[in-house]
Structures are given as C-alpha cells and as structure tokens.
C-alpha cells in the first residue's frame, strides 16, 4: 500500500512563504520521480515541480526562483518550499508519484496524495 499525508497548506499574505510536506508510507519515497501539482479553481491541474531519486528538480516557469522541491529519504517525506508567494499560486496542492520511466513536468504520474489548499491574498 502506497499512502502520502500531506500538510502545510495555508492563508498568508503576498510575499509570505509555505513549506509542503508530504510523507509516504511504507518505502513509498523510493521512486523514480516525484511530484507537486496544482489546481485552482476552473483551471487545468498543473504541475509546478518535479524531482528524480538522484536529486535532479526541474520547475514550471513561474515558480522557478521562488519554489524549491526537495526530500528527506529518512523520513520518507518531500516538501515544497514555497517561497514570495503571490495570488496567482493560490490552488489546491498536491503530490504525486510518478509511474514512467521518465521525470519531467509532463511524466505520467498515477499515485496521488490527498491535497492542501494554499492561499494567498494580495
């Protein structure tokens, strides 16, 4: 069984900054990829960060600079540091597993976490 609890979500100001958690059960972390993602309201699911097992990170274009994606392998647990926070972020946040052979922002991910809201105000 695979299963991530996920925390951190918040209302904070613009320019204030969050920190994600998502633990996994078991070994869950010990996957090739993993993922945050994002939806706001009427908009499509995106993702925002991804990382390989080796550390590698790639970043969607409007986070990149303000976000940072890292792991803890001791504590199963992936976060994402979010950092000058603007309206634009505010979505509901959520990781993800990848299930390919690929990480990338558009790898196939198919084991998700339950999401955290984030929400920012101007």
């Known amino acids: 069984e695979v299963n991530f609890a996920v925390s951190g979500g918040d209302s904070v100001q613009a320019g204030g900054s969050l920190r994600l958690s998502c633990t996994a059960s078991g070994n869950a972390l010990n996957y090739f990829c993993m993922g945050w993602f994002r939806q706001a309201p009427g908009k499509q699911r995106e993702a925002v960060a991804v990382i390989a097992r080796n550390g590698w990170t790639n970043y969607e274009d409007s986070v990149e600079g303000r976000f940072n994606l890292s792991q803890d392998n001791a504590k199963n647990t992936l976060y994402l540091q979010m950092n000058n926070l603007k309206p634009e972020d505010t979505a509901m946040y959520y990781c993800?597993?990848?299930?390919?052979?690929?990480?990338?922002?558009?790898?196939?991910?198919?084991?998700w976490g339950q999401g955290t809201q984030v929400t920012v105000s101007s």
């Open positions: 993800a597993a990848g299930v390919g052979g690929t990480c990338s922002l558009t790898a196939r991910f198919g084991v």
